[in-house]
């Protein structure tokens, strides 16, 4: 984990252990210099990612404020995947498959490779408080993510991608979709056929633009309960 996401951590702990209520104004930069003994550069970029993670929001001339969601069990969509969105639920994951295989036709355009080049496959439930969450097929871009495991990808894949590979991910494009359930799905989401789903397809981009990760998530209509947090300048 590199220095700012510790610190991000850190400050994150420390919101939710005091409980802080929205509107709390957080220290001023230099306190947190002093205590981090670190720069302003690296603190700046540890409170940009608590504002993306709708921790924090910055008042221009006043300080930065805490920023709580006030509804519990719900789900936040984020740029990052959602397993570091979910301290607050048990989240574990089975891989059904992995492997190194050719895009179909339409991963290939999501991540704007060649059909020929290589993408690694993974197919996996996940589950939340010990039901299912999810099915989740994903394609990464061999050459950008090049190595995974059964092990690496029953945890946070997009962990290890940022700590391990150091990859900077940066943003995502959406597209979701209500659908019914197949007989598949269904056995495998513990529902019944032609009951409700949401689809939801994501490419998931370097901070250069690149496209890396391209995502077909099919989730238990009964779990799914989601929030979405928009922000708006940069700290």
């Given at each position: 984990?590199?220095?700012?996401?510790?610190?991000?951590?850190?400050?994150?702990?420390?919101?939710?252990k005091?409980?802080?209520?929205?509107?709390?104004?957080?220290?001023?930069?230099?306190?947190?210099?002093?205590?981090?003994?670190?720069?302003?550069?690296?603190?700046?970029?540890?409170?940009?990612?608590?504002?993306?993670?709708?921790?924090?929001?910055?008042?221009r001339?006043?300080?930065?404020?805490?920023?709580?969601?006030?509804?519990?069990?719900?789900?936040?969509?984020?740029?990052?995947?959602?397993?570091?969105?979910?301290?607050?639920?048990?989240?574990?994951?089975?891989?059904?498959?992995?492997?190194?295989?050719?895009?179909?036709?339409?991963?290939?355009?999501?991540l704007?490779?060649?059909?020929?080049?290589?993408?690694?496959?993974?197919?996996?439930?996940?589950?939340?408080?010990?039901?299912?969450?999810?099915?989740?097929?994903?394609?990464?871009?061999?050459?950008?993510?090049?190595?995974?495991?059964?092990?690496?990808?029953?945890?946070?894949?997009?962990?290890?991608?940022?700590?391990?590979?150091?990859?900077?991910?940066?943003?995502?494009?959406?597209?979701?979709?209500?659908?019914?359930?197949?007989?598949?799905?269904?056995?495998?989401?513990?529902?019944?056929k032609?009951?409700?789903?949401?689809?939801?397809?994501?490419?998931?981009?370097?901070?250069?633009?690149?496209?890396?990760?391209?995502?077909?998530?099919?989730?238990?209509?009964?779990?799914?309960?989601?929030?979405?947090?928009s922000?708006?300048h940069?700290?």
């Amino acid at each position: 984990m590199l220095k700012y996401q510790q610190i991000a951590s850190e400050i994150q702990q420390d919101i939710e252990k005091d409980d802080l209520p929205q509107g709390t104004k957080l220290p001023v930069l230099e306190t947190f210099m002093s205590k981090y003994k670190t720069s302003k550069s690296t603190v700046i970029k540890a409170l940009s990612l608590l504002e993306r993670k709708g921790l924090v929001y910055q008042v221009r001339g006043s300080g930065i404020f805490v920023r709580r969601r006030n509804r519990k069990g719900y789900i936040s969509f984020s740029n990052q995947g959602f397993s570091d969105e979910l301290s607050e639920f048990d989240i574990t994951a089975k891989v059904m498959e992995l492997d190194i295989r050719k895009p179909p036709e339409d991963v290939a355009f999501n991540l704007k490779i060649h059909p020929k080049e290589d993408v690694y496959y993974v197919r996996r439930i996940r589950y939340i408080n010990g039901q299912t969450l999810c099915l989740e097929e994903s394609y990464y871009n061999k050459s950008i993510v090049t190595y995974l495991n059964t092990e690496i990808a029953t945890g946070s894949i997009f962990d290890y991608i940022s700590n391990a590979l150091g990859v900077k991910i940066g943003f995502s494009d959406l597209y979701f979709h209500i659908q019914k359930l197949n007989q598949e799905e269904a056995q495998q989401l513990q529902l019944k056929k032609g009951d409700p789903k949401l689809f939801v397809e994501t490419i998931f981009y370097l901070n250069n633009g690149v496209p890396f990760d391209f995502s077909k998530v099919t989730y238990n209509y009964q779990q799914s309960q989601f929030f979405f947090q928009s922000t708006g300048h940069s700290l």
